[in-house]
């Protein structure tokens, strides 16, 4: 008797065991389903994490359900058992295969994810067979129909999800841009001695003879493009520059393409902004969805037969009679439950899928005539578009200056539509941030702030929107930029216009200031990134002397434009060391010393306790820096304090003794940093970043690219 009455408890906990994975197993799944499109619209590291935990957590609970299903299966009834509720288990056995398909919202949680298909594809064989097991097991089972449409329906799905990953792979991208050499130039019947001028001068006139012989057939908007337009060039450019995503080089024709288009003058600068989120987010849905896969044939096809075999495996079960009898109440519960819940998702899946930017372009092609009436279905497809598009709003400054922002409702968001901040300043002294943009209002934040003064709540990272005049700025100087690379006479001129990491044409701009030049010129990346960056805040944090013959106006905004990059290509060094790995070089270590160095100046000025950025910043200046600082402090630390005071000092008398705008100047700088940055990511984390609300880096990369610009 002892020992029947554990064995007896035993089974009870075994059975509820499986009945427990199953419901979490298909609550996990409709956890994914419905959040895991909000990961590309916020970093929120609490939504990150619920969905990380979430998609581990829903393979292993599928496993172990099937597992948990085969043992029950080899135990003999009890007594009290209905006659066929082990038939009934072995049900659940295909629909924990199909949980294991995943959502259509959701493959990879990471790129990692896609280069292990093959793992995934085995997982995909190994868990058929133990379904089949648990099926054998439970022979002879009244509910065979049933099964084997659940198992039609769970192999197609998971299938599908393995075909995703596979495309999303690097290595198929990469296997999928490679082409056959299209160039007439026979190399091999040269002379030994071919010098470099001749082999210029050959690719010059393959150049021109490509361009002769196949003219772009890309349409230059000549007039305001339609939501569906946009949609549709995004479309075009995703599938001509995918190479673009595993660092692969792409055919000059369609690089002509793409610089004949996004220089054409009647194009809007918020038209290309809006043309590359919809690339990027084509991008996105590629590398982390089942996108690519259901807008295949194959993808059709296999959906057709999986919601298909679904509803009939419920239909046959509903009108099944004699089921009270036959299983026990609470499994004939759960069954309906995953029968509904399974339909229900299935059918918010063909939701997002009939609704989504992919289907849209897809149902339409782009015309080779502007002035042709669009038809009835283009202008519908066009009024849903303009439901989603981006929204601007205007906002005061605190500055009194208004601006529009980026304010896209959150469920219609592409990215997460901000630029991170953080600063040097600020951090070393703890402060709070100030905000340049307040978008909840100051009665919100002084709530928030008096509600947390009991926890010390202090904040170093923060979000702005992005602006309007910040895209505009970085748009017609890349527009520029493509133009002067463009006209240069060779390809030795356009290597050298990049011997340092900035470009000639921003030095040639500060010439004439040999102090700001040695700041760029002589340093390293991340050397001079920290240097202006400090330079930049001690400028932000004195009072605003803009000069009588400056327009006020592009004063203020380059201001506001030099604040918002410096801090964000801070954030970027620091916080997003993976990102920015090629360029970063010792950049944490300078970092460390010079907040070290910002620490001992406090201190000894007494102001530790204060949390006033103006005040800390006025001492900075205060200093002597007459000497030079790298002589007084040699190799023994990295700090650049100093040299950041020493560069803000001389734009403030580049401002006051010359009448010129220092943050027109520190503005070009600042794009100078930015592009260089972009052109030099890393590309694995680049496209990471996608899955995490996106970044404003991508959007520059990607325009850089358009515009044949970077490395």
Known sequence: MVEVIPKQIKDVWDSWNIRGMVILSLSLQTILIFLSPSRK???????????????????????????????????????????????????????????????????????????????????????????????????????????????????????????????????????????????????????????????????????????????????????????????????????????????????????????????????????ALRIMEAELDFIYEGLYTKGAVLHSWVGLVSRFISLGSLLSAFTIYHYRHNKIQEFHNADIVITYTLFLVGIALDVMSLYIFMVSDWTIAMLSTLKDDFERIPSRKDRILDWVLGLKRPKWKWQTCREEHKQEVLNTPFLLRRWTGSITMFNFITYSMNADTERIHNPRGGTFQLLWKTLLCPFSYVTSVHSEPLTKELWSFVFYELQEKSQILDSLENTTTKSSARKDWASSHTQIQIADHEMLLRYITDLDYDHSLLIWHIATELCYQEKDSAKEKCDNSEYHTNRKISKMLSDYMMYLLIMQPKLMSEVAGIGKIRFRDTLAEADRLFKKMRIENSRYVKFASGVILSVDTSIEPRDVKGNHSKSVLFEASSLAKELQRLERDFGQDKWKTLSKVWLEFLFHAASHCDATTRMELLSKGGEFINFVWLQMSHFGLGD
Do not use: C
């Open 41 to 271: 619209r916020t970093p929120n590291k609490f939504l990150i994490f619920l969905l990380w935990s979430s998609y581990l957590l829903a393979d292993l609970s599928a496993n172990f359900a099937v597992a948990l299903i085969a043992k029950n299966q080899g135990k003999d009834p009890k007594p009290d058992d209905p006659p066929q509720d082990k038939k009934l288990l072995a049900l659940w056995a295909p629909f924990l295969l199909l949980h294991l398909g995943g959502p259509d919202t959701i493959t990879a949680f990471s790129l990692e994810d896609n280069a292990l298909w093959n793992r995934h594809f085995l997982g995909l064989v190994f868990q058929a067979l133990a379904g089949v097991y648990v099926v054998i097991q439970s022979l002879p089972n009244v509910l065979w129909v049933i099964i084997l449409l659940l198992f039609i329906a769970g192999t197609s799905k998971y299938l599908e999800r393995t075909i995703a990953l596979y495309l999303a792979s690097s290595d198929k991208y990469r296997g999928s841009m490679l082409q056959t050499s299209s160039s007439a130039f026979d190399y091999t019947e040269q002379p030994d001695n071919l010098d470099m001028d001749s082999i210029i001068a050959s690719e010059m006139y393959m150049k021109e003879h490509r361009r002769q012989l196949k003219p772009p057939k890309l349409m230059i908007p000549n007039r305001k493009l339609t939501h569906l337009e946009i949609l549709q060039y995004g479309f075009f450019f995703f599938n001509n520059f995918k190479s673009l995503m595993v660092n692969n080089i792409f055919s000059l024709e369609l690089r002509d393409e793409s610089m004949a288009f996004f220089r054409a003058p009647k194009l809007q600068d918020e038209e």
